[in-house]
C-alpha cells in the first residue's frame, strides 16, 4: 500500500475557490489510478473525480465544470482545484489510490488506499 497525505482544505465563502493536495510515498506503477472522495457524517461516501494511468479525468455530476483533477507524477501528488464553491460542497474530502480503472468518477478497491482526509467548509 501507499500512504497518502492531504492538504489544503479551509473555510472559504460560497463563489470561491480552494486547492487540495495529495502527496503520495511512492511513485505509482502504471496501471493505478487515482481520486477524490467526500464524506459529510451520517452520509454515504461519494466519489468526487478520479484520474487513470494514462490521465483522464471523469467527475461526478454535482461538481462537473467546477471541480479539476490533475495529477504530477513527478511529484507523485494528486491535485483537486475547486472552484465556484457552494455550500453544499462542505465536506471531508479523501484522497484514494487504487490499481485498475476508474468506475465512473470512482478510483477505490479492495486494496485501494486512503489519506486522512481534509475538511472543506463553504459558507453561504
Known amino acids: 500500500q501507499v500512504q497518502l497525505v492531504e492538504s489544503g482544505g479551509g473555510s472559504v465563502q460560497a463563489g470561491g475557490s480552494l486547492r487540495l493536495s495529495c502527496e503520495a510515498s511512492?511513485?505509482?506503477?502504471?496501471?493505478?489510478?487515482m481520486g477524490w472522495f467526500r464524506q459529510i457524517p451520517g452520509q454515504a461516501r461519494e466519489a468526487v473525480a478520479a484520474?487513470?494511468?494514462?490521465?483522464?479525468?471523469t467527475y461526478s455530476d454535482s461538481v462537473k465544470g467546477r471541480f479539476t483533477i490533475s495529477k504530477d507524477n513527478a511529484k507523485n501528488s494528486l491535485y483537486l482545484q475547486m472552484d465556484r464553491l457552494k455550500p453544499e460542497d462542505s465536506a471531508m474530502h479523501y484522497c484514494?489510490?487504487?490499481?485498475?480503472?476508474?468506475?465512473?468518477?470512482?478510483?477505490?478497491?479492495?486494496?485501494?488506499?486512503w489519506g486522512q482526509g481534509t475538511q472543506v467548509t463553504v459558507s453561504s
Open positions: 511512492r511513485t505509482l506503477s502504471f496501471g493505478y489510478c
Open positions: 484514494a489510490a487504487a490499481f485498475g480503472m476508474p468506475n465512473g468518477a470512482s478510483c477505490e478497491g479492495a486494496s485501494a488506499s
Open positions: 484520474i487513470d494511468t494514462d490521465g483522464v479525468r
